[in-house]
């Protein structure tokens, strides 16, 4: 079993930054596919960028090169390195685990981030 937390979500102006982060419990960590997904008010929850056990990256176009995952396996803490924030990328952000192959097993309860322009 995975237990996953985030913190670092807050309010911010355009064009500011914050740095998500996601602490997870369990021996497996490093071993796990972690993700960033967020959901805006009455939309889907979407992924914002993902980060493989050998540390390849895919992000969203909507975030690409604004956005910067990575992990800390010593710590088992994913990050999420936000810059050049848009009011559009207001959301909840999730964090999210899964074994290779597995899908999304295991899900955080959300950090609210807020931009405004």
């Known amino acids: 079993q995975v237990e996953l937390a985030e913190s670092g979500g807050g309010l911010v102006q355009a064009g500011g930054s914050l740095r998500l982060s996601c602490a997870a419990s369990?021996?497996?960590?490093?071993?796990?596919?972690m993700g960033w997904f967020r959901q805006a008010p009455g939309k889907e929850r979407v992924v914002v960028a993902r980060?493989?056990?050998?540390?390849?990256?895919n992000y969203a176009d909507s975030v690409e090169g604004r956005f910067t995952i990575s992990r800390d396996n010593a710590k088992n803490t994913v990050y999420l390195q936000m810059n050049s924030l848009k009011p559009e990328d207001t959301a909840v952000y999730y964090c999210?685990?899964?074994?290779?192959?597995?899908?999304?097993?295991?899900w955080g309860q959300g950090t609210q981030v807020t931009v405004s322009s």
């Open positions: 999210a685990a899964g074994a290779p192959g597995r899908g999304w097993n295991y």
């Open positions: 369990g021996p497996t960590f490093s071993a796990f596919t």
């Open positions: 980060l493989a056990w050998d540390a390849s990256a």
